[in-house]
């Protein structure tokens, strides 16, 4: 069965490093997305990613955040500068269409900033 | 404010048992409900998916309710078995965007 592939599953960085999330989303899916989890917090958005641009971002993701799909499989998030509260579980999903399509997630890449 | 909130806020049920979770929520319009179950340290897994008009959809041993008059779901449960044992979320999507909302969550544990 298809699924999104989440590399590294555990990063630990020192802080105002930059650290580079990768993802593989499902291979005909067209809609990538990027979440983050706090440990103990709920879910929350971070960003959509459609026709190679950002469709949607939240509050969140400021300018020490950036994604690009550099090669047609791979789908990164780039923090520049890491602060002691981004550590936090970060999932990549993606979905064939947009709204009511069902969105698949990774397994997670957990991120611990020191 | 967009918001989705549940409970209880954990549960623990014995095996064998059913169990129904409550999810709340303040979004509208919202074009779709959805349960998701999260293993700890796991990526969300899609439950069942409900638009705006359905009142009811069933996954196995998962049964979701949508009353989008008083703006409440539910999540029951049939006959629990020990995997059952995770997080349930539910997931509030806004109409017209694809960001999903999330809720707090209910910690389901499931004991022999």
């Known amino acids: 069965e298809p699924e999104v592939t989440q590399t590294p599953s555990h990063q630990v960085t020192q802080m105002g490093q930059e650290v580079i999330l990768r993802c593989v989303p499902i291979s005909n899916h067209l809609y990538f997305y990027w979440y983050r989890q706090i440990l103990g917090q709920k879910v929350e958005f971070l960003v959509s990613?459609?026709?190679?641009?950002?469709?949607?971002k939240s509050e969140i993701f400021d300018d020490q955040f950036s994604v690009e799909r550099p090669d047609g499989s791979n789908f990164t998030l780039k923090i520049r500068s890491t602060k002691l509260e981004d550590s936090a579980m970060y999932f990549c999903a993606s979905s064939q269409t947009a709204g009511t399509g069902e969105l698949f997630f990774g397994e997670g890449s957990r991120l611990t900033v020191l | 404010k967009n918001q989705v909130e549940q409970s209880p806020q954990s549960l623990i049920i014995l095996e064998g048992k059913n169990c129904t979770l409550q999810?709340?929520?303040?979004?509208?319009?919202?074009?779709?409900l959805r349960w998701y179950k999260q293993d700890t340290g796991r990526g969300p897994v899609s439950l069942t998916i409900?638009?705006?008009?359905?009142n009811t959809k069933s996954n196995g041993r998962y049964t979701a309710t949508l009353d989008a008059d008083t703006k409440q779901s539910s999540l029951h449960i049939t006959a629990s078995q020990l995997s059952d044992s995770a997080s349930y979320i539910c997931v509030v999507i806004p109409y017209n965007t694809d960001k999903l909302i999330f809720g707090t969550g209910t910690r389901l544990q499931v004991f022999p």
């Open positions: 409900m638009t705006f008009s359905e």
């Open positions: 990613f459609y026709n190679n641009e950002i469709s949607e």
């Open positions: 999810c709340n929520y303040t979004v509208s319009p919202f074009s779709n």
